[in-house]
C-alpha cells in the first residue's frame, strides 16, 4: 500500500523518523520512496487500514494520510483528470465529496482550484458522484510534484481533526478601549485587532498617539489599515449595536467563574448576540461612566497590584469568552 503522509507546519525534521520509529515498533515493512519535509511517500506493505488509523491516532505530528492510487510520470492536465475521475467511480460511486488538489509544483500551468473544478465537472457530468467543497468525509487527492503526479484518496478517519473557533463567534465580540493614550499601547492593540479579527473600538484616543501609531504601521487614516475592523467613537456611540457589556477592572467581586456563568446563561437564551469587553487605558481604569453600562464588571487573575495592560487584559479575556461562546467551556 502506498500512502502519502502529510505533517504538521511545526514538525518538519522529526516527524518522518517518528513514523519509522512506530512502523519499526509493529514490525511492520516500509520503504521510504520520497521525502519532502512536510510530507513522505511511503510504500507499507501492510495493506491493512487499520495501520493508518493507527498511525493518525498515535503519531501526533500526522495531519492527514492519503492512500495512493496512482503515480503518473505524465503530468498531462487530461491524463491525470481520466485517473482521478476512474478513483472516483471505483471508490467514491454516489457519494459526496470533496476535491483535493495539491499543486505542489507552483510551475505547473493550471491552477489547483482549475483542476477541482474540471474534474468536479466531469464528475457531475457522468452523474457517478456529488462534489461538496464542504463535506470532507470523503476526498480525492491530485498531488502535483516536478516529476510526477500522485492519484489518491483519503477518509475521514485518515484526516486529524482540528477544533477551531468560528470566525462568526469571533465577529460577536467587540473590544472596547476607554482613551487609549500612548503610542505604543495603541499600536499594540491595531496589531493584535488585525491577528485576532476581533473587532476593535477606541473611546476617544489620545490624538497625537494615534498619529504617530498609524504613521508606524505606514498608513494616515485607520481606515487605510489593512484587513481590519477598527474604529473611534464616543462614549454615547460605542454601545449602540451591542447586546451586553462586560468591564473589566481590577475592582471587582467577580471573576472568570462569574464571567464564564454570564456567556453560558446569554448563549443559552440566543445564540446570536453581540457583547463588548471594556478596558480603560494603560493608566487610569474604566471610568464610572461606562462601569454604570455594564451588564457585569469581572477582575481577570488573582489579587494584584499591579493592573494589567489593556491589550494583555482583552487577549486573557478574550480566549475566556471565544471558547464560551464556540462551547469549548461549559
Keep these: 500500500m502506498k500512502v502519502l503522509l502529510i505533517y504538521e507546519p511545526y514538525s518538519k525534521p522529526w516527524c518522518l523518523r517518528r513514523v519509522t520509529q512506530y512502523l519499526d515498533t509493529c514490525g511492520i515493512r516500509y520503504t521510504i520512496t520520497k ?15 487499520e495501520i493508518l488509523r493507527k498511525l493518525i491516532e498515535n503519531i501526533e505530528c500526522i495531519s492527514r494520510i492519503y492512500v495512493i492510487d496512482k503515480v503518473l510520470e505524465s503530468r498531462d492536465l487530461n491524463t491525470l483528470l481520466d485517473f482521478a475521475f476512474s478513483l472516483v467511480k471505483d471508490k467514491f460511486y ?12 507552483k510551475s505547473y500551468p493550471f491552477r489547483s482550484v482549475d483542476i477541482a473544478r474540471e474534474l468536479a465537472r466531469k464528475i457531475l457530468s457522468h452523474g457517478i458522484a456529488i462534489p461538496n467543497p464542504k463535506l470532507r468525509k470523503y476526498s480525492v487527492l491530485i498531488g502535483i510534484e516536478k516529476d510526477f503526479v500522485v492519484i489518491g484518496y483519503t477518509l475521514e478517519e485518515f484526516t486529524k481533526e482540528k477544533r477551531f473557533i468560528p470566525i462568526d463567534i469571533v465577529q460577536s465580540v467587540v473590544c472596547i478601549v476607554e482613551e487609549p493614550q500612548t503610542t505604543y499601547e495603541i499600536m499594540d492593540l491595531i496589531q493584535f485587532s488585525r491577528s485576532v479579527r476581533v473587532e476593535l473600538r477606541f473611546i476617544n484616543p489620545s490624538r497625537q498617539a494615534l498619529f504617530h501609531a498609524l504613521r508606524s504601521l505606514g498608513v494616515d487614516r485607520i481606515e487605510d489599515i489593512k484587513d481590519s475592523r477598527i474604529s473611534i467613537h464616543s462614549i454615547d456611540t460605542v454601545f449602540n449595536d451591542l447586546d451586553s457589556v462586560v468591564v473589566l477592572s481590577p475592582y471587582s467581586r467577580y471573576n472568570e467563574d462569574d464571567l464564564i456563568k454570564f456567556l453560558i446563561e446569554k448563549r443559552a437564551l440566543s445564540d446570536k448576540f453581540k457583547i463588548g469587553l471594556v478596558v480603560g487605558n494603560e493608566f487610569r481604569d474604566v471610568s464610572p461612566a461606562l462601569r454604570e453600562k455594564a451588564d457585569i464588571v469581572v477582575r481577570l487573575g488573582p489579587m494584584s497590584s499591579m493592573p494589567m495592560r489593556s491589550v494583555v487584559a482583552l487577549a486573557y479575556a478574550l480566549g475566556i469568552v471565544l ?4 462551547g469549548y467551556i461549559e
Excluded: F, M, N, Q
Design 94 to 105: 454516489g457519494k459526496e465529496l470533496y476535491i483535493d488538489v495539491r499543486r505542489w509544483d
Design 35 to 49: 521525502h519532502w519535509g512536510l510530507r513522505s511517500l511511503l510504500d507499507i506493505e501492510d495493506s491493512d487500514h
Design 323 to 326: 471558547a464560551t461562546l464556540s
